[in-house]
């Protein structure tokens, strides 16, 4: 069972993933940041580095993109931990669950920025009348909107018994469980690709699938490929003659100096 003062540090952490979600300066809504620190309140850490390492690749593309909201991380890694661990669960099950969590999330998402509106309007009044600390107000009211749009998920979860939580889990028929692995899998991918796909690095593509015929063929671990992928960085400086054009002008400023 969950105590009071762990009750207390995870509504905490939920508040403070739910406000970085929006205001991104501090990362804390991140899989990897968020699933730690409930490892850290449940006295799981181990756990939940893993949970968000790997939810943190599936999370890689999620990022809101114009009006489209993207999945909810930051609720899918709270409360998908909590179950993880209290349920004492297999990282997979945790896998499992938190693709459909991040999709109610999002639906969350959308309601809570649809309350902020009203907010942001009372704002424009509010800096019209030169109110400082009305408009203060009214930012302090949209994070707490956010806090509490992970904070009150967490409650009802974490108010559940580790045994209602393993019944809950168990009751998860195995073909949702392995196709929501399955397309966890997916969206592994698809993260990627959107990633690549904003930094429109095409002239970089030969060493992306280079990457995974390596992964692929060897059985080298994620520190071999990480130095292998440092030295075609540092060989591909080198040789590519855009960068060896910007160092002779560097040095021909030098010289006119």
């Not at 940041?33 to 999370?59: F, Q, R, S, Y």
Request: glycine share 10%; aromatic share 8%; net charge negative.
């Amino acid at each position: 069972m969950i105590s009071g003062f762990q009750l207390i540090m995870l509504l905490i952490v939920a508040s403070v993933a739910g406000i970085g979600s929006v205001l991104d300066e501090f990362q804390t809504h991140r899989p990897l940041v968020a699933c730690t620190l409930v490892g850290l309140v449940l006295g799981d850490v181990k756990t939940g580095i893993i949970l968000g390492g790997t939810l943190e690749m599936m999370a890689l593309g999620w990022m809101n993109i114009g009006a489209a909201m993207a999945p909810d991380a930051a609720m899918a890694s709270v409360v998908s931990t909590i179950l993880v661990i209290v349920g004492k669960q297999d990282i997979s099950a945790g896998i499992a669950v938190a693709v459909p969590i991040a999709a109610a999330g999002q639906v969350f998402t959308i309601f809570a920025r649809t309350l902020s509106v009203g907010l942001q309007h009372r704002a424009d009044k509010y800096a019209d009348q030169g109110n400082i600390a009305g408009i203060d107000r009214c930012h302090i009211g949209g994070l707490l909107i956010q806090a509490a749009r992970v904070a009150i998920p967490t409650l009802i979860v974490a108010l559940i018994s580790a045994d209602q939580v393993t019944a809950l889990l168990g009751a998860i028929p195995d073909v949702i469980t392995k196709g929501l692995q399955v397309a966890g899998g997916f969206i592994v991918v698809v993260g990627y690709a959107m990633v690549m796909n904003m930094m429109q690095a095409k002239y970089l593509m030969p060493f992306f699938f280079l990457g995974f015929v390596i992964a692929t063929f060897t059985s080298f671990n994620l520190v071999a490929l990480g130095i292998l992928g440092t030295v075609f960085a540092i060989v591909y400086i080198q040789l590519n003659p855009k960068y060896q054009a910007s160092a002779v002008d560097e040095f021909a400023d030098l010289d006119d100096l």
